[in-house]
């Protein structure tokens, strides 16, 4: 079974640009969740999407948005780069029914991830 | 809101002894916790998740937790420590309402001497 796949893996790109991260789940996963990670803040949550819908967002600038596709592969995008948003961005997938009791204890399963280096 | 301390952003040990990585949450409600591990340029996996079902969990390459609700800890223990078990470790809970959402403890970095 391929577990979550993301592409990229390294981006570099400059200042004021804008980017797309891709992620595929696993099969039969249909919640899609992003997080950020950098040596200062640690690992914050972005945002998670579940059948096309974005149920959960973090405390990020709308420069950050995503969506996700009716085959549950999910992008997301930065507009208007900047230096601080250069950080390793990690998309995690659940098997996720919906149900807030089910979910609570329903693990996530994450890719390998995106390093992106703004210049 | 909940929220999840590692209590040492370091650990060291040699090869063999013990290992201990302190958690402890906070939270309002009843927590589900999990432990991950990220090995250099990788991904995070899943060692072990708490879901209510019993206080000490068992999780893979022979770690365990026990999960404390008196002392609202969580703490991460393996009996033997090997050298492939050095990589960076973090405390992740969610709560009922917020299921969809991990927090993330700030990791603590497992070396492993010979």
């Known amino acids: 079974k391929a577990g979550v796949t993301q592409t990229p893996r390294y981006l570099i790109k400059t200042r004021g640009q804008q980017v797309t991260l891709s992620c595929s789940p696993i099969?039969?996963?249909?919640?899609v969740s992003w997080y950020q990670q950098t040596p200062g803040q640690g690992l914050q949550f972005l945002f998670e999407?579940?059948?096309?819908?974005?149920?959960n967002k973090g405390n990020f600038p709308g420069r950050f948005s995503g969506r996700q596709f009716s085959n549950s592969r999910s992008e997301m995008n930065v507009s208007t780069l900047e230096l601080g948003d250069s950080a390793l961005y990690l998309c995690?997938?659940?098997?996720?029914?919906?149900?807030?009791?089910?979910?609570?204890?329903?693990?996530?399963?994450f890719g390998q991830g995106t390093r992106l280096t703004v210049v | 809101a909940q929220s999840v301390t590692q209590l040492d952003s370091h650990v060291s040990v040699s090869e063999g002894t013990p290992v201990l990585l302190r958690c402890n949450y906070s939270?309002?409600?009843?927590?589900?916790l999990f432990w991950y591990v990220q090995h250099p340029n990788k991904g995070l996996q899943l060692l072990l998740k708490?879901?209510?079902?019993?206080?000490l969990v068992k999780g893979i390459n022979g770690f365990e937790a026990e999960f404390k609700k008196s002392e609202t800890s969580f703490h991460l223990t393996k009996p033997s420590a090997h050298m492939s078990d050095a990589a960076e470790y973090f405390c992740?809970?969610?709560?009922?309402?917020?299921?969809?959402?991990?927090?993330f403890g700030s990791g603590t970095q497992l070396t492993v001497l010979p």
């Open positions: 708490y879901t209510s079902a019993a206080t």
């Open positions: 992740v809970v969610t709560i009922s309402g917020s299921a969809r959402q991990l927090t």
């Open positions: 099969s039969g996963h249909r919640s």
């Open positions: 999407y579940f059948s096309e819908t974005q149920r």
């Open positions: 995690a997938s659940k098997r996720s029914s919906g149900g807030w009791n089910t979910e609570l204890y329903t693990e996530a399963f």
């Open positions: 939270s309002s409600y009843s927590p589900s």
